[in-house]
């Protein structure tokens, strides 16, 4: 692949807006603490053909962009400790997510959505997990008794979706070559897991042994899978968020045979290549390709903002809320809730879908777009606020 002068410039202009937007929370913090995400989306925007003009859309562009979608998700499934969501945890958010996809079908059949019930309320009943965790990760969140809830909710909130969107709208074909290279991949990566779970000392020696060195082993293989997971993800015709989501939770199998220290110290790593590189080009580019001329110039499409923002409420939040009363109370309660009710990766895939197989117009996807980004900028907020934590660490987050 040949890259113009002119690509080379977008790509300057994309990372750019990437460091630009933590030096913007920082600056506006006096005034209103913002997720950077929010920044991101909003820079894209900006930078994007509707505005300035100075980033379009692109091959290259393109694929950098699932990358750093590939990378999100990955790192989603791998914060995912089975250990601590196995159980209650894990029972009540899968009740939960089947009474949210419920409740959103029913509506959007009353209201008249046709074709479009389907992947609308996929959408619908999705909780952006690789978005809150990291907030709620450095709020000390995580740590308490929301935690492993928090962490179950958002992994049957990202995963279910993503694989109902694998099952009723996946699209490819299958490479016999290439099927077979993924297949002996899958097989070494299983064999390495047994011996993971085995706690086998050859495995944890090895892993540790090349934490500091040039090798980097631990990450190398994560890439590695992610690769390989993403690959036979496009092979089999589903979205390739599935597959990464798959490979961020074989590799937390595989690296539990490291000490804690040694495991968190892939984690950091892991981060910043996610968060300090590709993930925040996968929100830029989102608000690059964001339809703002379809929005504005829709006063429907305008009104539909809240309506969809009150859907996430009610179809992720009050359910979470009501399945969590046996288990938590009070502010932890209600904060559970309203971290279930934040969306943004899968509303874009699926909104994206819904509007390219002609389901939804551009505009109604741009509202439900929109909703999410207005979601990622409040809910978290609020929920911190009702667990009676401090968020000021927030404003500083990579997310």
């Given at each position: 692949?040949?890259?113009?002068?002119?690509?080379?410039?977008?790509?300057?202009?994309?990372?750019?807006?990437a460091v630009a937007a933590p030096l913007l929370v920082d600056?506006?913090?006096?005034?209103?603490?913002?997720?950077?995400?929010?920044?991101?989306?909003?820079?894209?925007?900006?930078?994007?053909?509707?505005?300035?003009?100075?980033?379009?859309?692109?091959?290259?562009?393109?694929?950098?962009?699932?990358?750093?979608?590939?990378?999100?998700?990955?790192?989603?499934?791998?914060?995912?400790?089975?250990?601590?969501?196995?159980?209650?945890?894990?029972?009540?958010?899968?009740?939960?997510?089947?009474?949210?996809?419920?409740?959103?079908?029913?509506?959007?059949?009353?209201?008249?959505?046709?074709?479009?019930?389907?992947i609308v309320a996929i959408g619908l009943c999705s909780t952006?997990?690789?978005?809150?965790?990291?907030?709620?990760?450095?709020?000390?969140?995580?740590?308490?008794?929301?935690?492993?809830?928090?962490?179950?909710?958002?992994?049957?909130?990202?995963?279910?979706?993503?694989?109902?969107?694998?099952?009723?709208?996946?699209?490819?074909?299958?490479?016999?070559?290439?099927?077979?290279?993924?297949?002996?991949?899958?097989?070494?990566?299983?064999?390495?897991?047994?011996?993971?779970?085995?706690?086998?000392?050859?495995?944890?020696?090895?892993?540790?042994?090349?934490?500091?060195?040039?090798?980097?082993?631990?990450?190398?293989?994560?890439?590695?899978?992610?690769?390989?997971?993403?690959?036979?993800?496009?092979?089999?015709?589903?979205?390739?968020?599935?597959?990464?989501?798959?490979?961020?939770?074989?590799?937390?199998?595989?690296?539990?045979?490291?000490?804690?220290?040694?495991?968190?110290?892939?984690?950091?790593?892991?981060?910043?290549?996610?968060?300090?590189?590709?993930?925040?080009?996968?929100?830029?580019?989102?608000?690059?390709?964001?339809?703002?001329?379809?929005?504005?110039?829709?006063?429907?499409?305008?009104?539909?903002?809240?309506?969809?923002?009150?859907?996430?409420?009610?179809?992720?939040?009050?359910?979470?809320?009501?399945?969590?009363?046996?288990?938590?109370?009070?502010?932890?309660?209600?904060?559970?809730?309203?971290?279930?009710?934040?969306?943004?990766?899968?509303?874009?895939?699926?909104?994206?879908?819904?509007?390219?197989?002609?389901?939804?117009?551009?505009?109604?996807?741009?509202?439900?777009?929109?909703?999410?980004?207005?979601?990622?900028?409040?809910?978290?907020?609020?929920?911190?606020?009702?667990?009676?934590?401090?968020?000021?660490?927030?404003?500083?987050?990579?997310?």
């Amino acid at each position: 692949m040949v890259i113009s002068d002119d690509m080379s410039v977008q790509l300057v202009v994309l990372a750019l807006a990437a460091v630009a937007a933590p030096l913007l929370v920082d600056r506006l913090e006096r005034w209103v603490r913002l997720p950077s995400v929010v920044v991101e989306v909003v820079l894209g925007i900006v930078i994007g053909p509707q505005v300035l003009g100075l980033v379009g859309t692109g091959v290259l562009l393109e694929t950098v962009s699932q990358l750093g979608m590939a990378m999100l998700f990955f790192l989603a499934g791998y914060e995912i400790d089975f250990r601590a969501v196995r159980g209650r945890p894990i029972a009540v958010a899968g009740a939960g997510w089947l009474v949210s996809f419920a409740v959103a079908a029913g509506v959007l059949a009353l209201a008249g959505a046709g074709s479009a019930v389907l992947i609308v309320a996929i959408g619908l009943c999705s909780t952006a997990l690789g978005t809150i965790l990291p907030i709620a990760r450095d709020s000390g969140l995580l740590a308490g008794p929301v935690g492993p809830h928090l962490m179950a909710v958002g992994a049957v909130g990202e995963f279910a979706p993503i694989a109902l969107l694998a099952l009723f709208y996946s699209e490819g074909h299958h490479s016999g070559r290439t099927t077979l290279v993924i297949a002996l991949v899958g097989l070494a990566v299983a064999a390495a897991a047994f011996g993971s779970l085995r706690r086998s000392a050859r495995v944890s020696r090895l892993l540790s042994a090349t934490m500091g060195t040039s090798a980097q082993l631990a990450v190398r293989l994560s890439v590695l899978v992610l690769l390989a997971s993403v690959l036979l993800a496009a092979e089999i015709g589903v979205d390739i968020a599935l597959g990464a989501f798959a490979a961020g939770v074989v590799m937390h199998v595989l690296l539990a045979a490291l000490s804690e220290r040694e495991e968190e110290l892939v984690r950091s790593k892991l981060d910043g290549i996610g968060f300090g590189a590709v993930v925040p080009v996968f929100f830029v580019y989102t608000g690059v390709t964001f339809d703002l001329d379809a929005l504005v110039s829709s006063p429907v499409a305008l009104a539909l903002i809240p309506v969809f923002l009150g859907a996430f409420v009610l179809v992720r939040g009050v359910v979470t809320f009501v399945f969590a009363g046996r288990v938590l109370a009070g502010g932890s309660r209600r904060a559970l809730g309203a971290f279930a009710a934040t969306q943004l990766p899968i509303v874009v895939i699926a909104s994206a879908t819904a509007a390219d197989r002609g389901l939804v117009s551009a505009s109604v996807a741009a509202a439900m777009v929109g909703a999410a980004m207005v979601s990622v900028l409040v809910f978290p907020l609020v929920g911190l606020r009702w667990a009676g934590k401090d968020t000021a660490a927030v404003a500083a987050e990579p997310i």
